[in-house]
């Protein structure tokens, strides 16, 4: 087992630099570099610069960055969502964000990064305005779906299930050869929250059953999971023995991430 952080770039006032520092201190030896999925390009925590793609001598910066604290860059997680809002959407730039995504995909991998995991949600996590009182005075953010059923629509219109599908299958297909080629694991963290719809545009990813379906599309170590335990416990069908019959079944298949 190896002890590993999963970081933001920049927490509050807190830099990089501190917080690749305190992981070396606390015995780590891996982490995990998040990129904010905020709709804009440029946002306060993007880990690498970039408008439409990533670029390879950007990335091993950060790399280098991470291994001067004595510590291993295991995966970057998350693209800015104005990277690849067209593909998960069916736009018009569709195919121009794939060859973006590629092009990224591969700068990672070459980069020396073996992992990439991104989300499956055009309209961001979902959370309830107010946080809830918790364990010991604390405070933790909280979802409530009965708080959003009526939400304007995110991106102007409202989709269908088997549409998103679709434009996943299609993404999937594409990308999966190419992180094959190159060596690199791909994955995609579930919905966040794990519930069928909100502003419009269905959450995919919200299931025991929906998982199996990703993974089905192209049959690949490459076409992985991020099993955000947290996450996935949420789920219905996560009750009970569930969560472990999912541990198992994707365990056993090699596609946790």
Known sequence: MRLGFNFINGIGETSLDDLLRFAAQYGATDVILQSYTGKAAHERYTVVPGVERWELDDLVVVREKVESYGLHLEALENVPSAFYDNIMLGGPKRDEQIENMIHTVRNIARAGIP?????????????NPVNSPHRAGTTVTAY???????EPLTHGRVYTEEEMWDNLEYWIKIITPVAEEEGIRIGIHPADPPVYSVGGVPRLLNSFDAYKRLTEIFDSPSNAIEFCQGTF?????????????????????KKIL
């Open 115 to 127: 992992v990439f995991g991104y989300n499956w949600m055009p309209s961001g996590v979902w959370r």
């Open 233 to 253: 416990s949420e789920m219905d069908d996560a009750a009970g023995e569930g969560i472990y019959d999912m541990i198992r079944y994707f365990g056993e298949r």
């Open 144 to 150: 409530n779906h009965s708080q959003h059923v009526d």
